[in-house]
């Protein structure tokens, strides 16, 4: 048989789930009392090359609290051409369609290597993309200029048919109307004024009568392209003259005297472009793409006045309550993620600037919309340049990763229930029998919208077992869970991708041991961080690190093996032993320390990892290091202090940023020149390895990494430093001068320490 | 408020009762019977039809029914009885496609009109009291010339005494016959008054000092006082006969030895013996007190220490010197100051005095401007103020001796000791936040909804502006005019336009968020003309494409000025809006407004709620364009009820010149509209401008009236004041003033030039003090008193109703002449009426201002004809306010060809006309050619190049260019009538009995008005009762 890992990876690549239990303990009880909780990581639309979708559209449960769609779970009689489905033990005749089906002739989604099937429907008019970019113009000469090729080549990535616009925004925000001959032409709004949608819509002259007009249109033209409006036009047809447009934009115009910030209108632009998308496109895919440079300082959504001399708010800031524009800010920008969601249209975000920009009030928009967060120091790096080319990026097929407006799905059998989802989603609130009264993220609902979603686009569902103790699920049945995910492809197509997962059963008092076994220690880690990080943006962090804790020691309790009170007993199984180390990584993550980061900062590194899938989440949570020496072949090293060898080059991964760093020796080498010398080729290609593997790692990761080449001793290897484990500080002196490894100067406690406490406080018999 | 001043008078602004001494009983029931009348004129009621009653029988009390016309009845009537022409010029009722709706009131029925509740019923009474009157000056008998027009030739009067005196024949010489309803109606205006005097004088005497009447030789100077004034009646005369107006065969004038019939005084002999006189003349200014000629009159004027007239005119060279003084005469003592007049090529043009850093002298105390009133002492150290006498140091570098006459050797050399008007550079100080000014923008703002596009006016504008912004005003040295120029479209939205040089194509930006109206764009939306000339003219080539679709019929109007306001105010300029609108502002926005306008309030106390603007809107929004230096020109093309009244006080308040074409037709009126744009933009102006006016001790201003602005009671804050402009002052003793010392007006106006420039510009005049009433009257301007009483009874009406207006002009009128009837004239003229020398033509140029649309609410006349009227007038100087008043009415069929001259102007009366003549009127605004049905084809070939009377076109609103002297001729005296008219005048050819000619008639304001004014004849009787009232 086949060990859990494979088990586990398997079904990661054919279903694109992961739970954190692969056995479900059997009742209520006996699931609290497993700690983490029965949840998943489930990346709905990951790419299936040997999935073919199917033409045609799911045969769905005719019970219409239930709905499930015909997988290959269900029972099927042949003879009668039913089928129960196994959710709701509803009896269901098959479609007209489905008279031919016989045991030999069974349609796709009976057979058991489709649990993941995605079909594809005709349903309504298809509408090209939507990209609506909106732009900041108080730039500095150089970063608009790199802004503006930036966004003239991404017109020759768009698809030809989709539909582009564009806002401008400085002190005033200018909506640019793409399809006047000669004149150019935009629409100007205050910035400092907040309109309602119907004003934004009566100003650009969208209301009522434009409306009808577009709905009688479509019976008497039907061959005519679908609507559009003077301000998103396909880009075929206009993207000449949007070259130009862009092209001759200039920074705002407004004289900003000395020491004021450029007064910058962030709030009203989105407030329009979600006002224009709402009235004209609702319900389809657009992306609202945010470039801005700086701040908003004026009107809704400002985040810091203008004045230089006061400086944007800090973490130290808002504990002590100083961040005079946030509350309103963050509540300006949360409404307009909702009504955008709502619309199913998306917002990314991508600010350049070395200060702050404010993210840590606009991320609702991204993270409820399932749009990017890109932050760098400037448009003019290339850490912008490719990020934003990466998210026109094709996919296999040649079909943008992208897809929009998915609605997930999510039925339980009757032992469970759901109690909620975390990452780019908001709930639609679609309460049901199997919807949770206890809530794990965002709760209280069984479906969820994703407005924008890529491949990686991962999501944490958290289900509870309702079933009580005293009564006992039947031997060797099996739970199950169906994900139906509705979204429109990057082709436009309609898609409906329907998952379907079982699980065994197991009774947590004879059969611990199975459970155990079938513990996936990895998505147990990102599932806790998410609820931790979840936990963070509401709580104050250190009870969000105290909670951490807490569940750690109890997880150790019940699962470890030790003699009370002896720390030195403690041992945990194989299953297990990853488990306390992610943990001890995630405590001292961006996540959770604000220390040393910005507000935005810490936004952005939350944002991403609510939404990336496992193996990406893990690598947030615990750097990769990998060391290169002449002793043999790169190798995965402790991410450890004691890593830190002369005589190494390392490489480290954390997902945001990609460090190579040289040891002392190696970096005299290369300062001395060997690598140019014939006689020392290995050395250069010693060098050359991280390179290239760094090089690759960029290559593929979104948003691109932060790409750091540091040495020994040089004030960029304080990334590295500051991550991995300080098993050496100048506190223990007993390593101090030690051959092996690098001291960290740092008060942080160790992993030894900190496994050390844990084992005490596990095995303690007073907790 | 002012005893003497009109304007003053308290009802205008306090709740005084009555009208200072005015209110005694008797003076009180005098106006009432002379606002009754009046406001029987008015009333509006086309088509009454009671006619039939007796006028005798009629007397009513009670409100005055309609009014009619008794003079165009009289004709009316009369026509197929009397010989020559008559018949020709009315017969009978008007064919239906006239004017018609004012022409029935003209139906017999004038008498109900008599409020006096006098038992003149009887015919015999009647004849009775016909007989007694007297009229001076009637012809000798002459019959009708057939030349003439005969317009009243109902009651052939005896022959009267060849004496050039206006003293009536005896009564029995008057026939009235009862039965002749036409004498009837005119007669029954004055009945009320006999029938109040109870008993008839017999005829008055000859008067000896009537002797140098209208037909004297002008002395030099100013004539010795009381022997010439205009006619004088027995009071028992006036009862205005209506036979007055004579036969047209006494027109001449009494130097001919014929007797005038109109020998009232008339205002063409005034104007032209004050020609005759003192035209082509060098007037200096060196004088204190002296008073200038006519505005009418043609001369150099030479600053010698005054300001010239063109500057500065007053109502009185000589003030009274005390105020009980001023209160007894009620003349009101003004300034009216153009301080941007233009001056002729052949006079010079403002001096300008740089001090440099120290910026202008001024008096430590009362802050006036170093000017010839200062006194140089302790040779030379110290200067004793003119206004406030304070001494104060010379400072170090403006030091000089004097001289043995104790004047500054520098005297001649420098403008600021010698000269009335000259102009300071100011230094930052004076500059808004101490920086210096930018210079000024203009904003062209174009309405371009449906109807703009559809006439093709956009496209018009948008074709003239392209060569026009050639010709923005610029300094003489200057080789490029400094100001920077917007585009600005709207309709229901407004379009701003980037214009920036450096653009490849203009960019448009539209902003819709009209309740809370903002500039989108600052760099790019003001810019240099010459360098962005490619990119304006694209634009100006697109604009009316761009809108040529649309079907936009909606507008908005103060998110218009507010934008441009705004637009300036970022640009740290000051500036000039150009507003080219079209319709009532009806769209949703701020200044929204609403058909507001109803004839039912007219003649109401409601009345003057016509002339206020709709809500507080727009004077918020003035009172920002004034401080942000905003000028707002509007021009306006209505179809219908535009509310002139809400839409053009922005105007109003920031100095701008509004204009209005009715119903624009592209073909008809383009150039008229055309030549008012371009003379508009080219003007000389100046910029946020600060006028203090300062006097010396003994008065002060209190009052200002024109196109201004008050936050204060002293600073006459202008966003902009041009050429045209002028601001009338009105002065009050606070104080005994001083003979010696005279009174002095020093009036400062601090402004920015159009390149950019602050300057100071001063204007100093001197004037007497006497302690004879006699010498105030002998200074008196009648041009200028007309001026003041039009402005002050047109802010009048805002706050009163109309009744009261008028009734307190006719009042002071009557006082001033009261006046100086008890203390100046000859105790001899007790009966009479006597008018002083300079006060001659008040009377006329008085009722033609009662008779003025503003001041008569009648249905047929728009509402927003009369607001705009009213708000012309109240930024008129004094030339403009004159000829707006009294028409000019040039007879062309005997023009002298050889002679440059344009000929004398005849008197505005029907009776001028002659069937074979061809006539020009001009007041300003409008130009008529009035052409005689029988006027010889010799001319009608000339000028037309047509064969025949019937051939020719009366839609044509100019005259071709013909190659022959007449038309030459012609076109010569077109563009001097023109010339320095702040307004394009659109000739309109009349064809006599043809359906304009009612408009045309209106401006023959001697005449019985067909809206019901009076005419000069009624008015003077009335006058005269009053007087007599007042003395009796």
């Known amino acids: 048989m086949a060990t859990y890992l494979e088990f586990i990876q398997q079904n990661e690549e054919r279903d694109g789930v992961r739970f954190s239990w692969n056995v479900w303990p059997s009742s209520r009880l006996e699931a609290t009392r497993m700690v983490v909780p029965l949840a998943c990581l489930l990346t709905p639309v990951k790419e299936r090359l040997d999935l073919p979708p199917v033409q045609y559209e799911p045969v769905l449960c005719s019970r219409p609290t239930c709905k499930a769609v015909l997988n290959p779970l269900c029972q099927v009689d042949y ?21 031919g089906i016989s045991e030999v002739n069974q349609p796709a989604e009976l057979m058991p290597q489709f649990s993941t099937i995605e079909y594809i429907v005709q349903r309504g008019p298809q509408t090209p993309l939507i990209f609506l970019y909106v732009v900041d113009t108080c730039l500095e000469e150089e970063d608009l200029q790199a802004l503006k090729e930036s966004l003239q080549m991404s017109l020759s990535l768009l698809p030809a048919s989709a539909l582009v616009g564009l806002i401008t925004f400085g002190r005033m925000v200018q909506v640019h109307e793409l399809s006047c001959e000669g004149i150019s032409k935009s629409y100007v709004f205050r910035g400092t004024k907040d309109l309602t949608a119907k004003q934004i819509q009566d100003m650009l002259g969208l209301s009522r009568p434009a409306v009808s007009m577009q709905q009688g249109r479509p019976l008497q033209t039907p061959e005519q392209p679908p609507i559009s409006s003077r301000f998103l036009q396909p880009v075929h047809k206009i993207d000449m003259n949007l070259t130009d447009l862009l092209g001759e934009l200039q920074r705002d115009p407004w004289p900003v005297t000395q020491g004021k910030r450029p007064l910058r209108s962030t709030g009203v632009a989105l407030s329009i472009a ?77 600010a350049c600037a070395l200060d702050q920009t404010g993210l840590l009030e606009m991320k609702c928009c991204a993270n409820l919309t399932g749009g990017h967060m890109v932050m760098g120091d400037s448009f003019n790096t290339s850490l912008f340049k490719q990020t934003f080319q990466r998210v026109f990026n094709k996919g296999y097929n040649g079909e943008f990763r992208m897809a929009f407006g998915a609605n997930l799905d999510v039925k339980t059998s009757r032992e469970l229930k759901i109690a909620g989802a975390i990452g780019p989603c908001v709930s639609l609130n679609a309460k049901g029998p199997c919807v949770s009264e206890n809530e794990l993220g965002i709760g209280g609902t069984s479906q969820w919208k994703i407005c924008s979603l890529d491949p990686s686009t991962t999501l944490a569902i958290y289900f509870e077992v309702v079933n009580q103790h005293n009564a006992p699920i039947p031997q060797g049945s099996r739970g199950a869970v169906q994900f139906v995910t509705q979204y429109q492809h990057s082709s436009t197509e309609k898609r409906i991708r329907v998952t379907t997962i079982a699980r065994n059963w197991a009774d947590a008092q004879t059969q611990l041991q199975h459970i155990e076994a079938a513990f996936d220690q990895e998505a147990a880690a990102v599932l806790m961080a998410r609820l931790g990080v979840y936990r963070a943006e509401s709580e104050e962090g250190p009870d969000v690190l105290r909670w951490l804790d807490r569940q750690l020691i109890r997880l150790c309790q019940k699962f470890g093996q030790y003699n009370k009170d002896d720390p030195n007993s403690f041992r945990l199984s194989e299953s297990f032993s990853l488990y306390p180390q992610f943990m001890f990584h995630l405590r001292r993550s961006p996540f959770l320390q604000v220390f040393n980061n910005s507000p935005d900062e810490s936004s952005y590194y939350r944002h991403h990892f609510a939404r990336q899938d496992l193996t990406q989440s893990l690598i947030m949570i615990q750097p990769i290091l990998y060391a290169y020496s002449f002793h043999g072949p790169p190798e995965p ?46 050395f250069k290609h010693l060098l050359q390895a991280p390179l290239d ?12 990494p932060r790409y750091i080449h540091t040495e020994h001793g040089g004030s960029q290897a304080r990334f590295l430093l500051s991550k991995v484990n300080p098993s050496q500080t100048h506190n223990n002196l007993y390593a101090w001068g030690q051959e092996s490894g690098a001291p960290i100067l740092t008060d942080d406690v160790s992993l030894q320490v900190f496994m050390d406490h844990l084992k005490k406080l596990a095995v303690s018999s007073a907790s | 408020m002012s005893q003497q001043g009109y304007v003053a008078a308290p009802p205008y602004s306090q709740s005084q009762p009555g009208i200072g001494g005015f209110g005694s009983p008797n003076s009180s029931l005098h106006y009432g019977h002379y606002g009754d009348p009046n406001s029987s004129y008015s009333a509006p009621q086309p088509s009454v039809s009671k006619s039939a009653v007796p006028f005798g029988s009629s007397a009513p009390v009670g409100p005055p029914p309609p009014g009619a016309h008794q003079l165009s009845q009289t004709n009316f009537q009369n026509g197929p009885g009397t010989p020559g022409q008559q018949p020709h010029r009315f017969q009978g009722p008007p064919p239906p496609g006239n004017t018609g709706a004012s022409y029935p009131p003209y139906s017999p029925q004038s008498q109900p009109a008599f409020p006096n509740a006098a038992p003149a019923s009887s015919t015999a009474q009647l004849a009775d009291q016909l007989n007694s009157m007297q009229i001076n000056n009637y012809g000798p008998g002459t019959t009708p010339s057939p030349g003439h027009p005969a317009s009243f030739q109902s009651p052939r009067l005896p022959p009267p005494p060849t004496q050039q005196q206006m003293v009536l024949p005896p009564g029995p010489q008057v026939p009235p016959p009862p039965t002749s309803s036409v004498n009837g109606l005119c007669a029954q205006q004055s009945l009320p008054p006999m029938a109040r005097q109870g008993g008839i004088p017999g005829p008055v005497p000859p008067n000896p000092n009537l002797q140098q009447l209208p037909g004297q030789p002008p002395g030099p100077g100013y004539h010795p006082q009381q022997a010439n004034y205009g006619p004088q009646m027995a009071g028992s005369q006036l009862s205005y006969p209506g036979a007055f107006p004579g036969g047209p065969g006494q027109l001449s004038g009494p130097q001919q030895k014929k007797l005038d019939p109109n020998s009232i005084p008339s205002p063409i002999q005034v104007i032209e013996s004050d020609k005759a006189a003192r035209g082509g003349q060098v007037y200096a200014t060196n004088t204190r007190g002296q008073v200038p000629p006519l505005v009418t009159t043609d001369c150099v004027i030479q600053d010698q220490g005054h300001a010239s007239p063109r500057y500065i005119r007053c109502t009185t060279y000589c003030f009274p010197l005390t105020s009980d003084m001023a209160k007894q005469t009620r003349i009101p003592l003004a300034a009216v100051i153009q301080p941007f007049a233009n001056v002729p090529p052949n006079e010079t043009p403002l001096y300008l005095v740089n001090h440099g ?34 001494i104060n140091d010379v400072p170090s570098f403006f030091f000089q001796h004097l001289d043995h006459m104790g004047r500054r050797i520098d005297h001649y050399e420098r403008p600021e000791l010698s000269l009335g008007s000259y102009e300071y550079v100011a230094t930052l100080d004076y500059c808004r936040d101490k920086k210096p000014p930018n210079p000024p923008a203009y904003i062209f703002m174009i309405d371009v909804s449906y109807r703009n596009i559809k006439s093709g006016l956009v496209k018009l504008i948008c074709d003239e502006l392209k060569t026009l912004l050639d010709k923005l005003p610029r300094e003489e040295q200057e080789e490029s005019s400094a100001i920077r120029v917007g585009f600005v479209t709207y309709n229901k939205v407004l379009h701003f336009f980037n214009v920036k040089s450096s653009l490849a194509q203009p960019q448009m930006m539209v902003v819709t968020d009209v309740s809370e109206v903002f500039v989108p764009l600052l760099d790019g939306f003001l810019v240099d003309f ?21 079907n936009e019929s909606e507008t908005i109007f103060a998110p218009v000025i507010q934008a441009g306001m705004e637009a300036l105010k970022a640009a740290e300029r000051a500036g000039k809006l150009f507003i080219f609108h079209s319709s009532l502002p009806t769209a949703e926005a701020p200044g929204k407004l609403k058909n507001r306008d109803d004839k039912k309030l007219l003649n109401t106390d409601k009345e003057k709620t016509l002339f206020q603007p709709q809500g507080n809107c727009y004077e918020a929004l003035a009172r920002d364009c004034v401080a942000n230096g905003c000028c707002v020109n509007l021009f306006l093309f209505p179809n219908q009820y535009v509310d002139v009244a809400s839409v053009g006080l922005v105007t109003m308040y920031t100095g701008g010149t509004l204009y209005k074409y009715n119903n624009f037709q592209l073909d008809g009126d383009s150039p008229q509209f055309l030549s008012d744009l371009r003379r508009d933009m080219e003007k000389k102006m100046g910029f946020d401008a600060t006028m203090r006016v300062r006097t010396s001790t003994g008065f002060r201003a209190t009052e200002f009236l024109g196109a201004i602005y008050m936050n204060n009671t002293t600073d006459v804050e202008m966003a902009a004041v041009d050429c045209d402009k002028a601001v009338t002052v009105e002065f009050k003793h606070d104080d005994k003033l001083n003979e010696d010392t005279g009174a002095l007006i020093q009036c400062a106006l601090l402004y920015t030039t159009v390149s950019g420039q602050r300057r100071i510009r001063i204007h100093n005049i001197g004037l007497n003090c006497s302690a004879q009433l006699a010498d105030v009257y002998r200074t008196c301007e009648t041009d200028a008193l007309i001026n003041f009483f039009a402005k002050s009874a047109f802010k009048a009406i805002l706050s009163q109703p109309l009744k009261t207006v008028r009734d307190i002009l006719v009042n002071q009128t009557a006082h001033m002449l009261a006046c100086y009837k008890k203390n100046c004239a000859s105790p001899a003229t007790v009966s009479q009426l006597i008018l002083p020398d300079t006060m001659k033509v008040l009377p006329v140029y008085m009722n033609c201002l009662l008779k003025s649309c503003v001041l008569v609410g009648r249905a047929e006349i728009p509402t927003d004809e009369r607001a705009f009227h009213r708000q012309l007038v109240m930024a008129m100087g004094v030339a403009d306010t004159q000829l707006f008043f009294y028409p000019r009415l040039l007879p062309i069929h005997s023009l002298d060809l050889k002679s440059d001259a344009v000929p004398a102007a005849v008197r505005c009366s029907e009776e001028r006309l002659s069937e074979g003549g061809a006539f020009l009127l001009a007041n300003g605004l409008s130009m008529f050619l009035w052409l005689g049905a029988s006027v010889s084809p010799e001319l009608i070939q000339g000028l037309f190049n047509v064969p025949s009377f019937a051939h020719i076109s009366t839609d044509a609103t100019s005259l071709p260019d013909l190659d022959n002297p007449f038309s030459k001729k012609l076109k010569h005296i077109l563009e001097q009538l023109q010339s320095q008219k702040p307004y394009t005048m659109k000739l309109i050819i009349v064809k006599q009995r043809e359906q304009p000619e009612m408009l045309f008639r209106q401006f023959l304001v001697e005449d019985k008005s067909i809206y019901g004014g009076a005419s000069y004849v009624d008015f003077l009787v009335c006058i005269h009762k009053e007087i007599s009232q007042l003395l009796s």
């Open chain 1, 637 to 682: 090293v402790l991410l450890d202090s004691s890593s830190i060898l002369p005589d190494r080059i390392l490489l480290m991964d954390t997902f945001f940023q990609i460090v190579i760093y040289l040891g002392e020796t190696i970096a005299q080498w290369q300062k001395a020149g060997y690598q140019d010398m014939p006689e020392y080729e290995n």
């Open chain 2, 357 to 390: 850093e120290t910026g202008p002298i001024r008096c430590n105390r009362c802050k006036a401007y170093m000017c010839p009133f200062m006194q140089f002492i302790e040779g030379g150290r110290r200067y004793q103020c003119g206004f406030c006498n304070c």
């Open chain 1, 274 to 350: 979600v006002g224009l998308l709402e009235g004209t496109f609702p319900n389809t895919g657009a992306r609202i793409m945010l470039f801005t440079g700086g701040p908003p300082t004026q009107g809704p959504g400002m985040v810091v006045g203008d004045e230089l001399k006061t400086p944007i708010r800090s973490w130290h800031d808002i504990e002590k309550d100083n961040a005079r524009f946030m509350k309103k800010a963050t509540k300006h920008y949360e409404t307009l993620a909702n009504r955008t969601a709502a619309n199913g249209h998306c917002i990314d975000i991508y």
């Open chain 1, 79 to 99: 003879r009668t051409k039913l089928w129960a489905c196994n959710f709701c033990f509803q009896r269901n005749q098959f479609p007209p369609a489905y008279a």
């Open chain 2, 530 to 550: 010459e360098e962005s000339r490619s990119v304006i003219t694209n634009l100006l080539d697109q604009i009316p494409e761009l809108f040529a679709d649309t």
């Open chain 1, 693 to 704: 593997d760094g090089q690759e790692i960029l290559q593929t990761r979104f948003p691109m």
